[in-house]
């Protein structure tokens, strides 16, 4: 439940917390995450990544530059062909993080459920919710 | 209860800005995740961490009103506090600083959808005021701290580089 100590003056370097944001922002798209997903089975190039989408390669070539500027992938050159590469452990450490912060409210959220489920047995009636009645809108 | 799209909390941390959203789902109606919300000895009993007791010092649900609560266990007492903006049938919306960083206040909208069928679906979203601060907060409770998280990832990103 403590946070812990924020590292703002004392960060190992200025340019750390908007890197780990920049790796947050690029999973933040839905192609993205579906293309650390696919990469996460083996190397691909740019050409095999768009094969499954709409957009043109220009546009998923574009999300690969957005994943490599955050640390996620990296290209190789090898047998006259660009290979993307997942850097699994950078995705590890943000992905972790964001996962057992998320387990926390789940966890939180559990409980909440436990009790959700003892107030259907109690009297409706016990204590009037705040405002106007139920069901209105804010 | 028949939409499971958050049957499990979902999270997101925006890139654009310091916010962590949570999204979950609860087999309950909206009044009675508001009431888990805004009565205190409902709300006690479920914030936790587990294995902590929490006690709840002041409670002022009203707009403009405040709170406060400790959580304890093993005889270390940790104090959270805050106000209550704005409160209605459908969103609270609130400050939250952690008193052993009082100069930290995290701004909290929470607010209920009615999916019908008695289910509900929660949403919660926490404005920190800065990236750095965000992510101390996602690296909160880790085994490995915000420090040496961004030692490994500076040192990974230069390995590389």
Known sequence: ?138 | MTTTHFAEAVIEADPSVPVIRITRDFGATPEQVMRAHLDPELFARWVGPDGMDTRILHWDVRDGGSWRYVAGRDGTDHGFRGCFHQVTDTRIVQTFTYEGMPDDVALETLWVEDLGGGATRLHAQSLVDSFASRDAWLASGMEVGVHEGYAKLDALLTARG
């Open chain 1, 1 to 138: 439940m403590a946070r812990a100590p924020l590292p703002a003056g004392s960060a190992p370097g200025a340019s750390a917390p908007d890197r780990l944001s920049l790796v947050f922002g690029a999973l933040a798209d839905p192609i993205r995450r579906d293309v650390v997903t696919r990469l996460a089975a083996g190397d691909a190039t740019v050409g095999e990544l768009a094969e499954p989408y709409e957009v043109s390669v220009q546009a998923v070539s574009k999300h690969v530059r957005v994943l490599e500027a955050a640390g996620l992938v990296t290209k190789t050159p090898h047998a006259q062909r660009r290979w993307v590469h997942l850097e699994a452990e950078v995705l590890d450490l943000a992905t972790g993080w964001l996962e057992r912060y998320r387990r926390r409210a789940e966890e939180r959220y559990r409980r909440l459920d436990a009790v959700l489920a003892e107030m259907d047995d109690e009297p409706r009636a016990r204590r009037p919710p705040p405002g106007r009645a139920q069901g209105g809108r804010a």
